[in-house]
């Protein structure tokens, strides 16, 4: 079992910048693919970005290509993503995940773990 949990997230006015972390326990995940989603409300959980268990290739949805990046910390057994330029529609709350296979997947039933989500918010 792994368990996973994230922090980072708040409030914050557009154009500006959050980090969130992702720390996995239970075991390590070095060795499978880790991604993060967002959900708003009324709307289904979307891909935000994957990597891969070499941290050498990532994926991310058009919606933040550029804006945000994401990363993998091996020695906390965790994975970040650093959101830059935010704007009122990336408000969601963000879920990181272990996927059950090393590639950087993009759907989420390719995802085993789920976190429980922290909240994002964008607005003036």
């Known amino acids: 079992q792994v368990q996973l949990v994230e922090s980072g997230g708040g409030l914050v006015q557009p154009g500006g910048s959050l980090r969130l972390s992702c720390a996995a326990s239970?075991?390590?995940?070095?060795?499978?693919?880790m991604g993060w989603f967002r959900q708003a409300p009324g709307k289904e959980r979307e891909f935000v970005a994957a990597?891969?268990?070499?941290?050498?290739?990532?994926r991310y949805a058009d919606s933040v290509k550029g804006r945000f990046t994401i990363s993998r910390d091996y020695g906390r057994n965790a994975v970040d993503l650093q959101m830059n330029s935010l704007k009122p529609e990336d408000t969601a709350v963000y879920y990181c995940?272990?996927?059950?296979?090393?590639?950087?997947?993009?759907?989420?039933?390719?995802?085993?773990?789920w976190g429980p989500g922290t909240q994002v918010t964008i607005s003036s």
């Open positions: 995940a272990v996927a059950q296979l090393a590639a950087a997947a993009t759907t989420t039933v390719d995802y085993e773990y």
């Open positions: 239970g075991r390590t995940v070095s060795s499978y693919g």
């Open positions: 990597i891969n268990y070499s941290g050498g290739y990532t």
